[in-house]
Structures are given as C-alpha cells and as structure tokens.
C-alpha cells in the first residue's frame, strides 16, 4: 500500500493552504485568499420572488443564503430564526439560483394557475451565466410541482398520507 505524502500547512491572515512542499502550500494560502477577496468585491446581494427576501452573501470561500421575509413574516421584524438558511454555494450565482427555487417552492400552492410561467417567473432576470443552471433548477421544480399535484389528487381520491405519497411517488 502506498503511503500517502504528509502534506505541509501554511498560514496567510488566517488562512491555511496545504500542499507536498511549503512553497505549494503557500500558493495553496494564497489562491485561498484570492477566492476570499473576489467574493468580498461581489458583497451581499438580494433576491426576490413575490413576497419572499432571501439575502445571499459571500461566508469565505463559499456563499450562503438566507430568507429575510416571507408573507407572514416582514423583514421588519429583524430575525431569520425558522426561516431557511443554506451554505456552501460555490458562487454567488449558484446561490442565487437556489434562493430562487426555495424562494418558488414556499410560494407556490395550488391556486396556481399557470405552472409553466410561475416557474419562468421564478428564475426571471438571472443573468446568462447560471442559464444551463437555471434551466435545470427550474426542471427540477416544474418536477416537484407536478408532484405536489399528484399527491394532492390522490389525498382528494380518499387515500391515506401515506397511500398518496406512494401514489405520487410512483407516477
């Protein structure tokens, strides 16, 4: 069995780069940082879908979000406790496009008339770079309503929770 090289640590303003040698590590450190400072320069942005907030800011390397308002809860009210927050996006884009889709399935119920152009109106004004992203984020919702439907018709059938869960599932 090949035993795994000891990697070598490197510390630049509190962050730490490995790599085989000092001087990889250091590179390591510093493209580290790099990937910090780019996120500070995009900052905090916010995203909108109907009456739901959701702020998206750079957390180091990574991005987060987290719902600020809904419709039962205005953003006065300063808390985010019980709303979603996520972590671990790879770009703020990336981010976004997730706080749109949480943002679509909060909203969503079963008076929607049109679920093709509230799914479109969900993912609107994102820019080109995330559309392949979009477009998939916005399969997988059209995917979940049309399950949500279904269970729905199937609890309106008389089935149990369970029954139409499976039913939904199947289908």
Known sequence: MKRKKKLRAVTIAGVTGRGETKTTAHENAVQHLSRIVENVKIGPRIEVFRDYVTLVWPSGEVWSTAMIQTPDRPVKSGST???????????????????????????????????????????SGLPPAVHHESRLKA????????WQRRYKAALDAGLSAEEAYDRASLS
Do not use: C, K
């Not at 972590?87 to 119920?109: C, D, F, I, K, P």
């Not at 399969?139 to 049309?146: P, V």
């Open 139 to 146: 399969e997988q919702l059209r995917s979940w309503i049309s």
């Open 81 to 123: 406790i019980g709303l979603p927050t996520t972590t671990g996006y790879s770009s703020h884009l990336e981010a976004a496009v997730a706080a749109r889709n949480a943002m679509a399935q909060m909203a969503w119920n079963h008076g929607v008339d049109d679920d093709d152009a509230f799914v479109e109106e969900a993912f």
